[in-house]
């Protein structure tokens, strides 16, 4: 019973080999390509984190007024973020 590894290795040995004329074009090309493809990515990036900062500060700008702050203190009987008042309904 042959080995299965004897089958494959006589197998590829039949392959004809590839051509190697324009092989080093053929990689060029695609090296280009894919310099392309990233360059426009790039740009959509660009324009899509443009677009979300312009919605966020017009929208932020149109919903907001004047807010006053508050003191949030994590520490103490009155803390808003203390569980005692969380629990108990302050």
Same mark, same amino acid.
């Not at 990233?38 to 004047?66: E, K, P």
């Not at 009987?77 to 569980?83: T, Y």
């Given at each position: 019973?042959?080995?299965?590894?004897? =089958?494959? +290795?006589?197998? @590829?040995?039949? *392959?004809?080999?590839?051509?190697?004329? !324009? *092989?080093?074009? =053929?990689?060029?090309?695609? @090296?280009?390509?894919?310099?392309?493809?990233?360059?426009?990515? =790039?740009?959509? !990036? #660009?324009?899509?984190?443009?677009?979300?900062?312009? @919605? !966020?500060?017009? !929208?932020?700008?149109?919903?907001?007024?004047?807010? +006053?702050?508050?003191?949030?203190?994590?520490?103490?009987?009155? +803390?808003?973020?203390?569980?005692?008042? #969380?629990?108990?309904?302050?």
């Amino acid at each position: 019973m042959p080995d299965p590894i004897d =089958r494959a +290795a006589t197998l @590829i040995a039949a *392959l004809s080999p590839a051509p190697l004329d !324009g *092989l080093e074009s =053929r990689v060029f090309a695609a @090296i280009e390509v894919r310099a392309r493809e990233a360059t426009a990515a =790039r740009r959509v !990036g #660009l324009w899509s984190v443009a677009a979300a900062l312009t @919605i !966020g500060l017009t !929208g932020g700008s149109l919903a907001g007024g004047a807010v +006053a702050a508050r003191v949030a203190s994590p520490i103490g009987v009155d +803390a808003m973020l203390a569980p005692s008042t #969380l629990l108990l309904g302050r």
